[in-house]
């Protein structure tokens, strides 16, 4: 006895319809805008043949409004499993065609479960977000169900790493869930995200704006910060998450897909050494010696269009993954800002959720001065960047550029902050202030009686770098590990990451710290 050929072309048929989404015509009306369609993103996203769909044949209860009795395919939500790269990963991708992605209690109930399994099978999750909101027919189900999806949010930090790429509205409190997750993604067209519109705004404040104003890509990339990498297009965005894919574990208990294969290249690197400029005050480029540091020249930039006095970055040195922190000369003399503290917390933390060792790039003439950083609260904010690093247990390689001043010189993990090796390079000055500065304060009766105050300054700074800021200084009294030539650098870190891949740190008991927030 076999099935029935009626049964077969039943469940073919509904399979049918439901790939279809909104219909054949919302769907091509889609494609030549450009856009992707919510299966799209998932055919792309994942490798071939490997996507398996989890309640395809959902169906809402709901008999409110026009709602009772229409099909809405699979709630217009597409949820399911598959393979990037060989990494499991659990994916939505929310359906535009299908009442506007609109999010009801079934919509959400399919987002919930797939974020257990998430939790429970220990895989990264991936979000794309295109949707209206709450779907205003359920009231407040969809209100439950937005409150069902922040709360596995929350639990998910820190246990499986969580992706949001925004390709679409994503309005109101539809804007926190991917707020809660470690990084967003969102295309520099078609794609919106914000509290409340231009048209709120207006009513409420009176003020006239726009939607790019309040919610556009390009503002949320550089202005906000809300948003981790900015897109192209779709396409470009699924290759961004496939590429940070690549750098993190699938979850808290796994260490970085780390290549261990090789054996260390020790070669020197010549050309590290005539990056430097001569002169300590000239801008470097940090970017140039990162890119001399990591396998290939190849890395991942975090947050690149916001706070570019420091640069964050995941790469690879000889096979470790790290994530890397450097002060960005170029950008504001890479003094230290509330927002550069705020970026480079965030992003030491998910290192340490996720066991990625972190090496920090120190060149910093200190915290930014200034009425409004004070009032805005650079305490506050800067004292998270402390916190983060010092909590941090993964393995920690500071290497001192060039200017290592004051609170500033701590905060990028010094020793005291946690360090396990601090290298620094013959040209670092390493003090409570730049020579300069200090040269001015200690001397300012001599320097305005001295017949020539330019020579005689000049003079004071060179001895006063000698005496109190020689990185050899700082060697001799322990708080370095070594003092290295550049053209060491990529050797001296490879070997000492690789010495650190076993390292355990115990802190003492507790339910949490407290961040300063």
Known sequence: MTISAKSIEELRQRRRAILHGGGEEKLQQRRAKGLL???????????????????????HNSRALELDGRELPADG????????????????????????????????DKIVELMDFAIKSGVPLVAFK???????QEGVDALSGYGNVFYRNVLMSGVVPQIAVICGPCAGGAAYSPALMDFIVMTRHNAQMFITGPEVIKAVTGRSTTMDEVGGAEMHATVSGNVHFLAEDEQHAIQIVQQLLSYIPSNNTEDPPHDLRSDIVFARDEVMNALIPEDASEPMNVRKIITHLVDGGEFLEVHAGFARNLMVAFARIEGI?????????TEMAAALDINAADKGARFIRFCNAFNIPLVTLVDVPGFLPGVEQERSGIIRHGAKLLFAYASCTTPKVTVILRKAYGGSYLAMCSQEMGADFVYAWPCAEIAVMGAEGAVNLIYRKELAAADDPAALRAELVAAY????????LSAARGYITDVIEPAETRGVLALSLRKLLNKRELRPAKKHGNIPL
């Open 77 to 108: 939500v597409v949820t399911g499993t598959g393979y990037v790269n060989g990494q499991m990963v659990a994916a939505f991708s929310q359906d535009f065609t299908v009442s506007a992605g609109t999010l009801g209690k079934m919509h959400a």
């Open 321 to 329: 993954v790290v994530g890397l922190v450097a002060n960005q000369p």
């Open 465 to 472: 770098r000698a005496e109190f800021a020689s990185p050899y």
């Open 130 to 136: 295109d949707s209206g909101g709450a779907r205003i």
């Open 37 to 59: 369609t919510a299966r799209d993103r998932l055919a792309l996203l994942f490798q071939e043949y490997t996507f398996q769909e989890v309640g395809m044949h959902a169906r």
